[in-house]
């Protein structure tokens, strides 16, 4: 099963908005990753984070990386149309020889 | 350059039937991995190789078996099909066996009557 937990599952916002959404693990991770999936193609890293606290910006993407080692947070500043599409984190778990685990994701829809 | 490419595409198999799926990896790129995707979920880790050695394998049952070629491509097969095997099958590439960023290839879509 999943390792980590996405929260909202899902969001419409209005175009132009700032988006926030969040990961949580019972485990401690040492790296966190946002992927971004669009219709019918394969996930694309968009932020990877390799510190605690550390706080990284990739354009109007900023992902942070929990001071716990259980949580990581991306926002999303002035939404646009394409920022539509699932966003998942991941990172690579111990109980899984360091190989990759996601969330389930977080579904963002956007009113133009 | 080309990215991860995956064959094929779409495919519909019925229960008990056997599937190959197909993964080449971006040039240069000497590690693959496969991920299941059933629908509403993220990806859950199959397998990775690194160096045509298996590096990694996932909760899954020993229908499910992998294998890389001298040329770094890599085969995953799935035996018996079960209908809960339907799921977006993926492969990702990437350098080495680390912590090396993984690119995704556009998977294969698996739908098993």
């Known amino acids: 099963g999943q390792q980590l937990n996405q929260s909202p599952q899902s969001m419409f916002i209005q175009e132009g908005e700032d988006v926030s959404m969040n990961c949580t693990s019972s485990?401690?991770?040492?790296?966190w990753l946002w992927y971004k999936q669009d219709p019918g193609e394969g996930p694309v890293l968009l932020i990877a984070?390799?510190?605690?606290?550390e706080l990284t910006s990739n354009g109007r993407l900023t992902a942070q990386f929990g001071i716990t080692r259980k949580d990581s947070f991306l926002n999303i500043s002035a939404s646009i149309p394409s920022d539509v599409g699932i966003y998942f984190c991941?990172?690579?778990?111990?109980?899984?020889?360091?190989?990759?685990?996601f969330g389930a994701g977080t579904i963002l829809r956007v009113k133009s | 350059d080309a990215g991860v490419t995956q064959s094929p595409t779409h495919l519909i198999k019925t229960r008990g039937q056997h599937v190959t799926l197909r993964c080449s990896p971006i040039?240069?790129?000497?590690?693959v991995s496969w991920y299941q995707q059933v629908l509403g979920q993220g990806p859950q880790f199959i397998f990775q190789?690194?160096?045509?050695?298996?590096?990694g394998r996932g909760n899954f049952p020993d229908r499910f078996s992998a294998r890389q070629f001298p040329n770094y491509s890599s085969e995953l097969n799935v035996n018996a099909l079960l209908l809960g095997d339907s799921a977006l099958y993926l492969c990702?590439?990437?350098?080495?066996?680390?912590?090396?960023?993984?690119?995704f290839g556009p998977g294969t879509r698996l739908l098993v009557l």
């Open positions: 990702a590439s990437s350098w080495g066996s680390a912590r090396e960023t993984q690119y």
């Open positions: 485990s401690i991770f040492n790296t």
């Open positions: 984070l390799y510190k605690a606290g």
């Open positions: 991941a990172g690579p778990h111990m109980e899984y020889g360091n190989k990759l685990v």
């Open positions: 040039s240069g790129h000497k590690s």
């Open positions: 190789y690194y160096e045509k050695e298996e590096r």
